[in-house]
């Protein structure tokens, strides 16, 4: 249902934070009272060289360029709570958030499965390592900075037993002309 709306709404809204706001109107009526949804949805626009975001309640955007990786937690809170008030205070504290995204540039998109990866003694994969992961080796493609990742994390977890799920979606500018 959600990927539907998404969808229908992408091809309405140009704005990140204006489609979230449209679909959190639509979740509070929808969700039961014991549901929410976390998410972040960004548009990389590539002839304006810009990517611009916004967060519901997610993990952090890591974004990668020539100065290094860094974290970027643009104001928001969850999708479709349905307590007193919350739909006002959606859009009241949504913030959009937008950057040059240029050749060489990434964003990766994760769950907290990643960052709170735990290893056998309790200790948590953390951002600060994920941040280090992906500047130091931003020098290579997508797919090749999400294996790196992956590689790290289960390095660190080792034989602990994994207690969360992990995703993630890894952009990056390849080119002037291409994605």
Do not use: W
């Amino acid at each position: 249902e959600l990927k539907g709306l998404m969808l229908a709404l992408s091809r309405i809204e140009s704005s990140p934070r204006a489609l979230l706001i449209r679909l959190n109107a639509y979740l509070c009526e929808h969700l039961d009272n014991r549901s929410f949804i976390t998410m972040t949805y960004a548009i990389a626009d590539l002839d304006a060289g810009t990517l611009t975001a916004a967060r519901a309640g997610h993990t952090p955007l890591l974004l990668s360029c020539p100065s290094g990786a860094r974290l970027v937690v643009p104001d928001g809170m969850v999708l479709g709570l349905r307590l007193p008030g919350a739909h006002a205070r959606f859009s009241e504290v949504l913030a959009e958030y937008t950057q040059p995204f240029g050749p060489g540039d990434a964003v990766v998109l994760y769950t907290d499965g990643i960052t709170e990866a735990m290893n056998e003694a309790g200790e948590l994969f953390g951002e600060t390592a994920l941040c280090g992961v992906v500047d130091a080796h931003r020098d290579l493609d997508a797919a090749g900075i999400r294996e790196r990742i992956v590689r790290d994390v289960r390095a660190f977890v080792s034989a602990a037993e994994p207690h969360d799920d992990m995703t993630m979606v890894v952009v990056k500018r390849t080119g002037m002309d291409a994605a």
